[in-house]
């Protein structure tokens, strides 16, 4: 079995939270300012190639069952921030 990991790139992934929801709630936020942390989208609302990549591989780490969840509620966390996708 893999050993879980508890960060990626220095963010918390809340691998050892139990409560699924919070679990849940807690990466979606951590993404949201992941994205928002990116140099470019404080200038342009852009996300940097290097920003990116950290979203991804984040998202990587998420527990395969839950991805899709998270996934949702980032989507849904951006809109709230006044986000959008790009035509």
């Known amino acids: 079995m893999a050993e879980l990991e508890f960060n990626y790139k220095g963010y918390a992934l809340f ?7 919070l679990r849940i709630q807690n990466q979606a936020t951590v ?3 992941i994205f928002e942390d990116s140099p ?34 980032f989507e849904r966390k951006m809109k709230e921030r006044g986000y959008s996708y790009a035509a």
């Open 40 to 73: 470019d989208v404080k200038d342009n609302r852009l996300v940097s190639k290097r920003g990116t990549t950290i979203l991804f591989g984040y998202m990587d780490n998420v527990f395969p069952e839950d991805r899709t969840v998270v996934l949702s509620l």
């Open 15 to 21: 691998s050892d939270v139990e409560d699924r929801d």
């Open 31 to 33: 993404m949201a300012n």
